[in-house]
């Protein structure tokens, strides 16, 4: 598998453009996870950015998911998918914010035909069909408890590989690898230095 590019966008939607910007002159799809408040106040910039990426949900206001019941997670679900259609932006995945989640609410994404892209792939490899008690018991450390649930069979799982720009390891694994728009200005001249290379 090669690299795909993803970017985690809870603030700085302008550096999520310049990224969008570049990977698209060098002709590489990545994916893009918005908040669904972002959407509602920058929808130009996201329907621009969606020309040559697919477009996920991070959540309306990167909330921690873990935290809240089935009916909650719903609500919120829904309201950020709204923001993104009201906007005429073309929705396809979901990133829960800081991967936390329960395991009840991947139901919600397949309800609503979302892939989800909320887990690292060597815990995926590491746990595999027993990954559901991973998540439940690395929410039990943060403090939120809930009964196990499996993870749906038809749910789409897209795992994520080597997580920020700062990871030594971003530039040589292969995988689908995630990068945070507050970080991305730091990076730049090294991002565009390795597509240049490749």
């Known amino acids: 598998m090669k690299q795909i590019f993803t970017m985690d966008v809870e603030q700085d939607i302008f ?50 998911f873990a935290r809240l019941s089935y009916e909650d997670a719903e609500f919120l679900i829904k ?56 998540n439940l018991l690395s929410n039990i450390k943060r403090g939120a408890f809930f009964l196990p649930v499996m993870f749906p069979k038809s749910l789409d799982e897209r795992p994520w590989s080597v997580v920020d720009l700062n990871d030594k390891e971003f530039y040589t694994k292969p995988g689908r690898l995630v990068s945070h728009c507050y970080n991305y200005r730091s990076f730049k001249d090294e991002i565009t230095k390795y597509l240049n290379s490749n």
Do not use: M
Not at 17 to 38: M, P, Q, V, W
Not at 80 to 106: C, E, M, Q
């Open 79 to 134: 309201k950020t998918i709204d923001a993104f259609k009201k906007n005429k932006i073309n929705l396809k995945g979901w990133r829960f914010p800081g991967f936390s989640f329960r395991n009840s609410h991947l139901k919600i994404l397949v309800k609503h035909g979302l892939y989800d892209s909320s887990i690292n792939e060597k815990a995926l490899r590491r746990w595999n069909r027993f990954f559901f008690i991973r």
């Open 15 to 64: 550096a999520a453009r310049d990224f969008a910007k570049l990977l698209a002159s060098h002709k590489i799809r990545g994916e893009f996870y918005i908040t669904g408040k972002l959407a509602e106040q920058y929808p130009k910039i996201c329907r621009e950015i969606g020309k040559s990426h697919i477009i996920g949900c991070h959540a309306y206001n990167h909330e921690n």
